[in-house]
């Protein structure tokens, strides 16, 4: 049992040093690394706060390359990097390249712009026309942990988050709605994502004026 599970059982109100539901072994503890493992991966999607360095060889003639990392999975690209030219290449994205030109993929040159398809795919624009070294800094999901003795990749002013995530889900699997909202809220105050879910009633809005009746003040 690692620190962030045994602050959920706590906050459950189990005992840390001899829980009643939750066994300290790989069946007992299943439910919560599960929890704590999907809230990892939303905290760190939208907060982007685990990020790696990728050093990759642009290829003459080569547009389209595939990230692949060992143990964490590519999310975006945040910054790229020429190293040779030392300069830095802005973000654009296949419509903005359409518009400006519809044969953007014949350009050759040193690379200006950098883009993202689908969940692996980086490219460069316009195509190199020599070998170069790009230096992409990388938000990434972490892989998900199983034994207590992994590290956790997770900052730690989100580690509270992560244990009220868990907490909640707790109490929703139970049918303890309420007790599920006030963590799921606590949850929100953590990672300080309040403002995603404002508390105010839905209400239909529509154009409206407001005109004076002229045939009424005659």
């Given at each position: 049992m690692n620190d962030l599970e045994r602050r959920v059982i706590e906050i459950i109100g189990e005992s840390s040093t001899s829980p009643d539901v939750f066994t300290d072994d790989a069946t007992g503890m299943a439910p919560i690394r599960d929890s704590i493992n999907d809230a990892i991966e939303e905290i760190t999607m939208l907060s982007?706060?685990?990020?790696?360095?990728?050093?990759?060889?642009?290829?003459?003639?080569?547009?389209?390359?595939?990230?692949?990392?060992?143990?964490?999975?590519?999310?975006?690209?945040?910054?790229?990097?020429?190293?040779?030219?030392?300069?830095?290449l802005e973000q654009t994205d296949l419509i903005a390249l359409n518009n400006f030109n519809p044969r953007?993929?014949?350009?050759?040159?040193?690379?200006?712009?950098?883009?993202?398809?689908?969940?692996?795919?980086?490219?460069?624009?316009?195509?190199?026309?020599?070998?170069?070294?790009?230096?992409l800094t990388c938000v990434v999901i972490p892989e998900r942990y199983e034994n207590d003795y992994e590290r956790l990749k997770l900052r730690t002013i989100f580690r509270d988050a992560a244990a009220r995530y868990a907490v909640g889900e707790y109490y929703a699997s139970r049918g303890d709605a309420q007790q599920a909202i006030y963590h799921h809220n606590k949850y929100l105050e953590g990672l300080q994502a309040a403002g995603l879910y404002p508390r105010s009633y839905e209400k239909p809005w529509a154009f409206k004026t407001n005109k004076s009746d002229q045939a009424g003040a005659r």
């Open positions: 982007g706060s685990v990020q790696r360095n990728y050093h990759m060889l642009l290829r003459s003639a080569q547009s389209f390359y595939r990230m692949d990392f060992r143990r964490d999975r590519f999310a975006w690209v945040t910054d790229a990097w020429l190293v040779s030219p030392k300069r830095r953007w993929l014949r350009n050759t040159g040193s690379p200006q712009s950098y883009g993202q398809i689908g969940k692996n795919i980086f490219f460069v624009w316009p195509c190199p026309a020599a070998e170069m070294i790009v230096d």
